[in-house]
């Protein structure tokens, strides 16, 4: 992330307030009806890539978990991230070695996700793989997941 433009970058805000407390629900619903627990950490470390602007590094949760500012024990966020990703709730963008929450509300899936080099934003969108996927199936793969990174800058950073 650069910030050699000179617009504002703000349109890329997290969510707050009742949103982020109905995403939190949702996600304990969701974690309930696959017989899994959204326990403590879990939860603490979603509620963070659900809060952020742009994509968060492990050592940005493990800074930030303590609501009092005490960090957490690194294997606490990373036993999180695991879970959290294993069951779609979170995504890892390779490229930046982050982690950025799905919107999608989808059990685990294929991501597709455009980051702007400006802003550091990553905004996720639904991948078409299917041709690819069926192709891949029939050379014998069995694929679990694809997760495409397409860099540039959103529209907000190029009007700077
Ligand atoms: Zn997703
Ligand atoms: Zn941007
Ligand atoms: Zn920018």
Excluded: W
């Excluded at 050592?59 to 069951?87: M, N």
């Amino acid at each position: 992330m650069t910030d050699t433009c000179s617009h504002p970058h703000g349109s890329h805000a997290g969510i707050r307030g009742a949103a982020l407390a109905a995403a939190l629900t949702m996600a304990e619903a969701r974690c309930a009806a696959g017989q899994e627990r959204l326990t403590e950490p879990r939860r603490r470390v979603l509620e963070l890539l659900l809060q952020a602007k742009s994509p968060l590094k492990a050592y940005d949760l493990i800074a930030a978990y303590g609501t009092e500012g005490q960090a957490a024990k690194p294997p606490t966020v990373y036993r999180a991230l695991e879970f959290l990703e294993r069951l779609g709730f979170a995504h890892r963008i390779e490229s930046l070695n982050a982690y950025v929450p799905c919107r999608m509300e989808a059990e685990s899936h294929s991501a597709a996700f455009l980051i702007c080099d400006c802003c550091g934003a990553a905004q996720e969108f639904e991948p078409d793989f299917s041709g690819q996927l069926a192709a891949a199936r029939e050379a014998g793969y069995a694929v679990r997941a694809v997760t495409l990174e397409a860099r540039g800058l959103c529209a907000e950073c190029q009007t700077g």
